[in-house]
DNA sequence: GTCTATATTCCGATAGAC
DNA sequence: GTCTATCGGAATATAGAC
């Protein structure tokens, strides 16, 4: 917390980071920033002129963190089955130490989707359509079953992310401990690739 | 806005419904919801004591619209295969219809998962074990795949809703007019069911 | 750069007339 | 039941000393 080789601003980027993913914008309270980070309030608008502009500095740190993240393996050449897997495997495995980050950016993204646009468009789209082509390709060469890149996509994110977002739900209904539903989380780290991969083989 | 079939109670609900489900508990500002119910700021006190009670009204509505729609097809006495079918399209149906329903209530249950427990426990807890059963059955003797039903179940849910909480990246990530992302929702409706039912088909 | 003290704004809630 | 006017507290932001 006031460990001396951080910097005053680093110390205030995480503290502020910790908070707004924790409570977002509105909910979040510059004084909890302030207190996490061992200073006070005066200081926090000394470093970053207002909440908002704080706050815009958070969400593009985790955009910056998420994004080149996502584009490490899609644009590798491997086989399409092990890039699944890959993609699969890391993706959860970041979520799993980021349990914060998807609701954080799902937030984010509703909220204010133009911010998205620009990074999204510049940085990963080529990626995703190299990753849509082989898709395709696939497909064209009958090696998988007819499906939609576009349609394929959306089932990895989602089998990916949401069971994090709905982590609460999914305890309850299943009756699982904390500790329980982590494990269930390791499971899928190989087996949704696999579930997967049963779909679309020929 | 000023029907006046509506009673006030009415205008109240369906415009704090509006504005919590779009901004959030700490993001919503009683003006708005006054402004769009078409009275003022001291009639939402005099109906509900409190934005925080508001609040909780609008919570109990929306689980008590959702629950029961997600029990009618789980304990039907339906094909396991076509059970899914089901699920699939009527869920997706609807999530399309409250396209602010989900993000509210993933919200919602994260930051009061007590909440959820109750009514999940009491309710659709029952209705759940029935399908995971069912599945479990359908394992033991051999007709799908082997599978948990509690992956099998996240992986439904998943594919359900995550595409309506990812939208805005979805549409820019894979280019689509809003006319066109609806259409792909359209094409979900059934093709999420087959893609599950190749997973595990034996 | 960092603090204390204070100004300012916003918003939920209440008082009281009609 | 419905309104206008206002209170009181909370939270962001600033002033100014050190």
Redesign the interface.
């Known amino acids: 917390m006031d460990d001396p080789k951080r910097s005053t601003e680093e110390l205030i980027l995480e503290a502020a980071q910790a908070v707004f993913l924790e409570?977002?914008?509105?909910?979040a309270r510059m004084q909890e920033i302030a207190d996490r980070a061992g200073i006070n309030k005066a200081l926090l608008h000394y470093y970053f002129r207002s909440k908002d502009k704080l706050f815009e500095m958070i969400v593009s740190q985790a955009i910056g963190t998420i994004l080149p993240r996502m584009l490490a393996v899609l644009d590798t050449d491997l086989d399409l089955f092990e890039k699944i897997r890959r993609l699969v495997n890391e993706y959860i495995a970041f979520v799993s130490r980021n349990s914060f980050m998807p609701?954080f950016i799902?937030?984010e993204?509703?909220r204010n989707?133009q911010f998205?646009?620009k990074s999204?468009?510049q940085q990963?789209?080529p990626h995703?359509d190299t990753f849509r082509r082989q898709v395709d390709e696939a497909v064209a060469q009958g090696r998988i079953?007819p499906?939609?890149s576009?349609?394929l996509?959306?089932?990895l994110?989602?089998?990916v992310?949401?069971?994090f977002?709905?982590?609460?739900?999914?305890q309850?209904?299943?009756?699982?401990s904390a500790e329980e539903f982590q494990l269930?989380m390791e499971?899928?780290r190989t087996?949704?690739a696999e579930?997967?991969i049963?779909?679309?083989r020929v």
Chains 1, 2 share one sequence.
Do not use: C
């Open positions: 409570k977002g914008l509105a909910g609701l799902v937030n993204v509703n989707p998205f646009f999204l468009v990963e789209r995703l079953r499906v939609s576009a349609q996509l959306m089932n994110m989602s089998m992310i949401f069971p977002l709905g982590k609460p739900v999914f309850v209904a299943l009756g699982l269930e499971r899928r087996e949704v579930f997967i049963r779909a679309i």
